[in-house]
């Protein structure tokens, strides 16, 4: 006896060096079992874990030995080995068959390694995990989803197509969007022209302009062309008999600027798209079966497509579509006697990553076109000095610049008394108003609410927009 007792304490104290060291370490791996105390026994795959019964006992036995492995170190002490993911039952008998205790042995995957590497990992980040059979249980909270995914994909380490995911993003999963568009159209077109005619009773002829019979006829009873269409036009005679001489000098020169800017806001869920459009739809015909001619619109104007993503805190992901289109006119075309418009679009794509309240721009989209053109009479216009009256000259310059600017924030609802909308204090006039007064709106005091202040306010003087 006394030397199975000691081949007994030589392996309890050989299970305990081999497992980790510490105090700690024989603390998670010593259980205490009471006599008739139904306990649950958690014990790691492939690892082991020393149970000391109250009582001596005689006799041990497994239910599930696929799940769990046991040996006895002594008369009080035993080796439990998790060997597979489960559930069984470890019983325990005394020298006279009596049961001592009943154990309930679940055994689950180890993860103590995955809960230190998620600690070093993402370490302010309050995270629970569980083991779920064979699998692993993630729930709380993190702050952005960034953080959520590269928990995931280190549980996927330790469980591969095992992971339950029960965390949740918390802070603002909202984003606002405030897109500026701007585009400056500048024209510059000059066009000088010469232009000669003769009459007499054997000759008559013209140049440039007054190449028609019209024009030629004007000229030479000392009227302007109507065939000319410039700005500016003057008209030189002289006559030697019954010969005349008209010279006509043409010039046109024009100048055009135009801007066009709008301003759209727009919020939505993270990970959600969100659309815009400032503009209309346009029905174009397009063929179908049969030879019947179907209809579909197509969207002009300024249009927005964007999907945010909030990666991490005030970090955010935009996946952004920009468009601005109008209808060209000048080329428009028919099909089948119907009349199919031209568009003029200019659009971009990016995806970029920037932090709430930050702005970044999207510039350089420069169109400019030039044409230059020179018109003269063969040989003639080759002629030094006097070749200027043979010789018209036509100069175009287009330019447009679009430049769009975008600022996202990260965004809550807000209690809607706190908003105030710019049609609050107007309100329809009275018919005394109306046809006494000659008030086409009355105004009134505006509501409590912190936004609605701005609206009591009385402008005395210009307010708005100024436009020189």
């Not at 700005?231 to 055009?256: D, M, N, Y």
């Not at 959600?272 to 397009?286: D, K, M």
């Amino acid at each position: 006896m006394k030397i199975r007792s000691w081949i007994s304490a030589t392996l309890l104290g050989l299970s305990l060096v081999v497992s980790p060291v510490g105090d700690a370490a024989w603390a998670e791996t010593l259980r205490v079992v009471k006599k008739g105390t139904v306990e649950t026994l958690e014990v790691p795959v492939n690892r082991a874990i020393v149970v000391e019964s109250e009582e001596p006992f005689a006799e041990l036995s497994i239910a599930n030995a696929g799940i769990a492995d046991i040996s006895s170190l002594s008369d009080r002490t035993i080796y439990v080995l998790g060997k597979a993911p489960g559930l069984t039952t470890l019983t325990l008998f005394d020298g006279a068959g009596m049961l001592l205790a009943n154990v309930r042995v679940r055994v689950a995957p180890d993860i103590t390694e995955f809960k230190e590497r998620l600690r070093q990992i993402l370490p302010n980040e309050q995270i629970e995990v569980r083991t779920a059979n064979d699998g692993i249980v993630l729930s709380g909270t993190v702050s952005g989803s960034a953080k959520l995914a590269r928990a995931l994909e280190l549980a996927e380490r330790y469980a591969p197509d095992r992971v339950s995911n029960l965390m949740s993003v918390g802070g603002v999963q909202q984003v606002m969007l405030k897109v500026r568009f701007a585009e400056m159209n500048r024209s510059v077109a000059k066009n000088l022209s010469t232009s000669l005619g003769f009459g007499g009773s054997d000759v008559t002829a013209g140049f440039n302009t007054l190449n028609t019979q019209g024009a030629l006829s004007n000229a030479l009873a000392n009227n302007i062309p109507i065939a000319q269409a410039n700005t500016g036009a003057i008209l030189f005679g002289f006559g030697a008999g019954s010969t005349q001489v008209r010279l006509l000098l043409e010039a046109l020169e024009t100048k055009g600027l135009a801007r066009t800017l709008a301003e759209p806001n727009l919020s939505a869920l993270s990970g959600q798209q969100a659309t815009f459009l400032a503009g209309g739809e346009v029905p174009i015909p397009v063929p179908a079966d049969d030879g019947v001619v179907a209809i579909e619109y197509r969207a002009f104007g300024v249009e927005i497509d964007f999907i945010p993503r909030v990666v991490d805190g005030d970090l955010i992901n935009l996946e952004l579509g920009t468009a601005v289109s109008s209808i060209d006119t000048s080329s428009d075309f028919t099909i089948n006697g119907d009349s199919v418009p031209s568009f003029i679009t200019r659009q971009t794509s990016t995806t970029i990553e920037l932090r709430d309240g930050e702005s970044f721009a999207i510039a350089g989209l420069i169109q400019d076109d030039f044409t230059d053109l020179s018109n003269q009479v063969p040989w003639l216009g080759d002629v030094p000095v006097l070749g200027t009256l043979f010789r018209s000259a036509q100069y175009q310059r287009e330019q447009s610049e679009l430049v769009i600017i975008i600022t996202a924030h990260l965004v809550s609802p807000t209690r809607g008394e706190t908003l105030a909308l710019p049609t609050d204090r107007v309100k329809p006039p009275s018919e005394f108003d109306l046809f006494i007064n000659g008030r086409v709106a009355r105004t009134e005091r505006a509501g409590a609410g912190g936004a609605s202040e701005v609206a009591k306010q009385d402008f005395g003087s210009s307010y708005g927009y100024i436009l020189d």
